[in-house]
């Protein structure tokens, strides 16, 4: 047998992602609030856009998004010709990182950081570095503190996962302005729909500002299309030229695309969201407080519970499977004594709450 190829140094060190659990064995009616997919899942107009595309699967997608970004400019007043599409934002973050970090150089991100980041920097055959945070936050002063002469890109994800806390306005502006200027700045707001705080942005000021910052945005979140894969960017014009050169011709698919305009067409649905996201991160929060666990404040659709010691996290996860509750374990970004719970239905999340009282006894 010949010997295997190697492939370019770095790719090896990679640990693949792991995403969120959806099946127990011998359990039945599963509860999966592991993965941050929206409590409502698609919109009913999502589905029937989709099934009215199925009828021309043979057809290749338009391969340059047209429609779907007019949407998205419309729905968030942005210019369309800096709009770019992605099979998920993660291809979008991975592309960002392929083009503009390589060999030699750095990519920062923070502590807690989402971990496509240190894989995407890998991948590339760069070196990830991660800047400390402060009480699970980015810690903006940590993170140019970190700032060398290498480094090509700074990631941020605001709000951030699986901390669920963010950067204001104010201090992403801060972030920019003591980045050097050709440091890449990516504000990941996968999350940005849920946050309804007032001193909080996206980013696309930022974006509009220079030529150096860039947004993603994600439909796997509030517009509950995780399974579609579609993502989306708001970049510099020559950024966004850089992005349609990389890209696969055909990256987001055409049922992808139908489903996606229905969605950000669906204002009420999108307020009914946001509504039932608000309330239920108050009232997990709380409650958990109640039975004496700790959270961050978090302003996306999830809560992270902090329980101080592993093994109690440990033990809550098994309690809550046993139960037929799927949660995330978070060991992987450095926090093994926490859990991240998505934010499902009522009865999902009333049924969550249930058997954690019952666990801690209150
Ligand atoms: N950024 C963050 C912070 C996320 O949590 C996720 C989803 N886990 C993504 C990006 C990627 O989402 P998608 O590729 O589905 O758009």
């Known amino acids: 047998m010949s010997p295997a190829i190697a492939p370019r140094p770095g ?27 929206g409590a409502f899942g698609p919109s009913p107009k999502a589905i029937a856009a989709m099934e009215d595309a199925a009828k021309t699967m043979h057809r290749y997608p338009d391969g340059g998004a047209i429609k779907l970004r007019e949407a998205i400019a419309r729905r968030f ?22 083009s503009y970090a390589g060999p030699g150089d750095e990519v920062l991100y923070t502590e807690h950081g989402f971990l496509i980041y240190p894989i995407a920097a890998k991948a590339a055959g760069a070196t990830p570095v991660k800047a400390p945070e ?30 669920g806390t963010y950067l204001s306005h ?10 050097p200027d050709d440091v890449l700045l990516v504000i990941d707001a996968a999350y940005a729909e849920f946050v309804g705080r007032n001193d909080y942005s996206p980013g696309v000021e930022l974006v509009n500002a220079g030529q150096n910052t860039v947004m993603t945005r994600t439909f796997s979140k509030m517009f509950g299309l995780g399974g ?31 489903a996606a305009i229905a969605s950000i067409e669906d204002l009420a649905f999108q307020e009914k969201c946001f509504e039932h996201n608000l309330a239920w991160i108050a009232k997990t929060e709380a409650a958990l407080h109640e039975m004496g666990i700790d959270t961050t404040a978090s302003v ?23 139960r037929g509750i799927i949660v995330r374990r978070v060991a992987s970004y450095d926090l093994p004594d926490c859990l991240r719970i998505s934010i499902g239905a009522a009865d999902e999340m009333e049924a969550f709450l249930a058997a954690m009282r019952e666990f801690t006894g209150t």
């Open 11 to 37: 790719i090896l060190d990679i640990s693949p992602y792991v995403g969120g659990e959806s099946k127990l064995s011998g359990v039945e009616r599963i509860i999966k609030l592991s993965s941050n997919e």
């Open 300 to 322: 996306a659709n999830f809560v992270l519970a902090r329980f101080g010691e592993t093994s109690t996290a440990e033990k809550a996860d098994a309690f809550l499977r046993e």
């Open 228 to 258: 579609m894969r579609v993502g989306w960017g708001y970049f510099p014009t020559e950024i966004a030229d850089v992005l349609n050169r990389v890209r696969g011709p055909f990256n987001v698919s055409a049922a992808g695309q139908a």
């Open 170 to 179: 104010a201090e992403l502006n801060m972030l920019r302005a003591g980045l």
């Open 134 to 163: 402060s009480n699970l936050r980015t810690d903006v002063e940590a993170l140019l503190d970190a700032v060398t002469d290498k480094t090509r890109i700074v990631f941020i994800a605001n709000p951030n996962n699986p901390t």
């Open 77 to 98: 007043g942005l210019d369309a010709e800096r709009i770019v599409c992605g099979a998920g934002s993660d291809e979008l973050l991975s592309l960002l990182t392929y």
